[in-house]
């Protein structure tokens, strides 16, 4: 078996659930040895569905079966902390997801653990972090996803606000805490010394909103309404074999898709429709006329061939039948004590440390004798390098950044937060897109700094370069000669055309690594095909299981975007480990729709292992009754019950006990089947109290609430402020503004999410090409002379004078 890029990596899992376990799988599939710690009773995942039919009740269900495959697992009574702490000695990682203090509570505190063992690396995922004013309040998937945004990006109109469907947070929080544990184990290997990952659930979700601060602060300076809702158009539409998502970012798409539905008239009016408008109706009207007697696969070729993205929106049963999955042959059978089941395989392809099945999900205990007879030997003290408590983990890397819009972007900022020299690089010709998003001609002669482009470009230098000319190509080149990584994410061909695909980038340099993050993969029918987050999420099945029970699929937002550039990174780290044990260089794919179907793999699962097809549930979950949001005076508020204490603390909030005294609604399974009587009762008493109060009594007396958050509500959020989530930085010209941080909080290492601003197009053109390269004053003059290099985007140059015009 090949060896993988984290062999010789040993992990101790003390967690339970999705999100931690997922982290660790993550690390397994790239070669960690994990230990998964069980009490005698097992996880609770094991006992959650899907199930076979014909199963014995003695068997695990396949969500366990998919974030627990690859690791060995024991079985510790609670009590035998001694056992516990043998372990740490030779571990290199803990992970623990008990809650604030729990690590404490079972007398394994970190600095007692760190006796043993004092380089051991800590990752600590919790609701709302280990501390704050927060920090134990009582939370459910569907509180922290309004408190973040999430559920009220989900509604329109009066409809009610819908959550993200499936256990979307789980897989992006278990992302973000294997990216810091990898940073930690980086910076455990320079100082000698282990950190605490603290990691927030409420702060991962929040990482993965479109930058509502930033948004709301560039609508006001373009003097538009801020907190206005803006729809994609068309979105997922329905058609004459099922559905189809059609998603519109650009002027010239947006004139393509008015032509090919007739409906010409429409073409100058997008921003109009986009929030809505006096012809919105109208519009949809014939839109759908156009599409009802059309075949999905039809709209998604006719569309593609404009470079319009559009794509079939999946269910677990038509995703693995497309033509796009099967030839990449992404989904894999895993044989498991439930019998083999197809779930969904690796989100990334590594050409020398490759991504490996070692192990199915071990049955409980299955390995203990194993592991208690043969612990891992006690780690040895690791020497420290002079200084290196002051500089961030990875200083000294430079990394030369080709990526565009957020997945491309966000994957650079967060390698530049911890520490590598990152040179974003742009043409004039083609700077990327993401500068023209939530921006425009409005804010001024340089507009094209202003949008959301600042928000995932942190912590970089700029650098202009054309590509298509070779004296571009020529600089690039001398660049790559001593770069550590490449990334890019443009279509496919369009590395390729401009002679910088992998056969060609390791020539010049052996050692580098070469992250490519394409929309379909670098091969199959869909290679060449457009996309962006909401399409990927659309044909990776998220969108379908999203809304509710009698309306269309709903599309999470682009959730994906920034889950693929964390996934980008921990490959990448990844890799960088494994060159430093002597591995080289190489070449790194994370395929952005496989990456959205490793985290949404349940209807996959259920399809394979019951024949069923998941359907949507708007807010509701198996594991909670009455969950749902329900109005109040002056907003919405999502509320969970997930036993009979939390039912009655709700009721003595309330305050209307007649209200409820049906005996039915004493057992959750009597609010099950009443759920929709429930449902309208529970609307008529929360109407009757202001949001912010109900939830803070609600909270208080144990019972998961959140008001449904927008807006400003963030930088209210004392949670948030309490933690310094939100960072205020400088930009040369659209000035101060607040950023979004890391949800990962490291106790050694970074105490500051961000190291600069976002630089301006070009702005360190001199530094890098003169300073570094050793270009003199004239050749800089020619480059700029002929637009190779330079500050102000093709075509928004002011004219040249003539003299004339001069006089």
């Known amino acids: 078996m090949t060896a993988g890029a984290l062999d010789g990596l040993r992990v101790l899992e003390l967690a339970t659930g999705i999100a931690a376990p997922f982290a660790t799988r993550l690390l397994a599939d790239l070669g960690a040895d994990v230990v998964k710690v069980e009490d005698p009773q097992g996880d609770p995942l094991r006992r959650e569905g899907p199930f076979r039919p014909d199963g014995s009740e003695h068997v695990d269900g396949g969500v366990f079966g ?60 919790s609701d709302f972090g280990q501390d704050g004013p927060d920090a134990n309040l009582p939370a459910s998937d569907l509180t922290l996803q309004a408190r973040a945004g999430w559920v009220s990006a989900r509604g329109g109109g009066s409809s009610t606000p819908t959550q993200v469907g499936g256990t979307y947070l789980e897989y992006i929080a278990g992302t973000y805490l294997a990216v810091g544990i990898l940073t930690a184990v980086e910076t455990a290997r320079i100082i000698g010394r282990g950190s605490d990952v ?105 569309c593609q061939a404009l470079r319009i993205p559009a794509v079939p929106v999946h269910d677990g049963a038509s995703i693995v039948r497309s033509a796009q999955w099967t030839e990449r042959e992404f989904f894999t059978r895993a044989a498991s004590r439930n019998g083999e089941f197809l779930h969904p395989s690796f989100p990334w392809r590594l050409s020398r440390s490759p991504a490996q099945w070692r192990r199915p999900a071990p049955r409980l205990g299955e390995h203990t004798d194993e592991v208690l007879a043969a612990p891992w030997p006690r780690r040895l003290p690791t020497a420290a390098t002079p200084g290196a408590e002051a500089q961030r983990p990875l200083a000294g890397l430079r990394v030369l950044d080709l990526g565009t819009f957020w997945a491309g972007g966000a994957c650079g900022t967060y390698l530049g937060a911890m520490g590598a020299d990152v040179i974003k690089i742009e043409s004039l010709q083609r700077p990327d897109g993401f500068r023209f998003n939530m921006s425009g001609p409005a804010l001024g002669p340089r507009w094209y700094e202003f949008g959301r482009f600042r928000a995932v470009n942190l912590n970089k230098r700029s650098l202009t370069l054309d590509l298509t000319r070779n004296e571009g190509r020529e600089l690039l080149e001398q660049l790559l000669a001593s770069a550590d990584v490449l990334l890019e994410n443009y279509s496919v061909r369009v590395i390729e055309t401009f002679g910088f695909g992998w056969d060609h980038v390791r020539v010049i340099n052996p050692n580098i690594i070469m992250l490519r993050m394409p929309g379909y993969g670098l091969e199959g029918p869909w290679r060449d095909y457009v996309g962006w987050g909401n399409a990927f999420e659309q044909v990776a099945g998220q969108s379908y299981i999203g809304g509710p029970p009698d309306g269309k699929p709903q599309t999470p937002g682009g959730y994906t975007d920034p889950l693929v550039a964390m996934h980008g990174v921990v490959a990448t780290l990844a890799a960088l480990e494994h060159r430093r044990r002597g591995g080289g260089g190489q070449l790194i794919e994370v395929c952005q729709i496989e990456v959205g179907a490793t985290a949404c793999p349940e209807p996959v699962i259920q399809h394979s292992m019951t024949g069923e097809i998941r359907q949507r549930t708007g807010n509701r979950n198996a594991s909670a009754a009455p969950q749902g949001v329900y109005p109040a005076t002056d907003g919405w ?135 570094e390269l050793g270009l003199g004053d004239d050749e800089l003059a020619v480059l700029e002379q002929k637009q190779v290099i330079g500050t102000v985007p093709t075509g928004l140059q002011p004219p040249v004078s003539t003299s004339a015009e001069k006089r």
């Open 198 to 302: 603290d990691t927030s659930l409420l702060e991962c979700a929040h990482s993965t909103t479109s930058f509502p601060i930033l948004t709301n602060g560039v609508l006001s300076k373009m003097g538009r309404e801020p907190n206005n809702p803006s729809h994609v158009l068309l979105g997922v539409k329905r058609c004459a074999d099922g559905w189809v998502g059609i998603n519109v970012l650009t002027g010239q798409q947006w004139r393509d898709v008015c032509l090919l539905v007739d409906a010409e008239e429409y073409a100058d009016k997008q921003d109009e429709l986009r929030t809505g408008g006096p012809n919105r109706e109208d519009f949809e009207a014939r839109v759908d006329a156009w599409l009802a007697d059309q075949r999905a696969e039809d709209v998604v070729e006719l």
């Open 66 to 125: 998919y974030v627990s495959a690859n690791k060995r697992g024991i079985v510790l009574d609670p009590s035998q902390t001694h056992r516990i702490r043998a372990l740490v000695a030779g571990a290199d990682i803990l992970v623990e997801n008990f809650g604030p203090g729990g690590l404490e509570e079972r007398g394994l505190a970190p600095a007692l653990l760190r006796e043993d063992n004092p380089a051991l690396v800590i990752a600590r995922l």
């Open 637 to 771: 508020i999502a509320l969970s019950v997930r036993d009979n204490a939390e039912w009655t603390a709700l009721l003595e909030v309330l305050g209307d006990p007649d209200r409820f005294g049906d005996p039915v609604f004493g057992t959750p399974a009597g609010r099950r089947a009443e759920h929709d009587r429930l449902d309208a009762l529970l609307s008529e008493a929360t109407s009757l109290h202001e949001v912010a109060y109900l939830a803070k009594l609600l909270t208080s007396n144990g019972v998961p609430a959140a008001k449904v958050a927008g807006g400003s509500d963030y930088l209210d959020d004392p949670q948030l402020s309490h933690r310094q989530y939100y960072e205020t930085l400088d930009h040369d010209v659209a000035g101060p503004d607040r950023y979004q941080g890391w949800p990962m909080r490291f106790s050694i290492g970074p105490q500051r999410s961000h190291r600069s601003g976002t630089p301006t197009l070009g702005q360190h053109n001199r530094e890098i090409l003169c300073g």
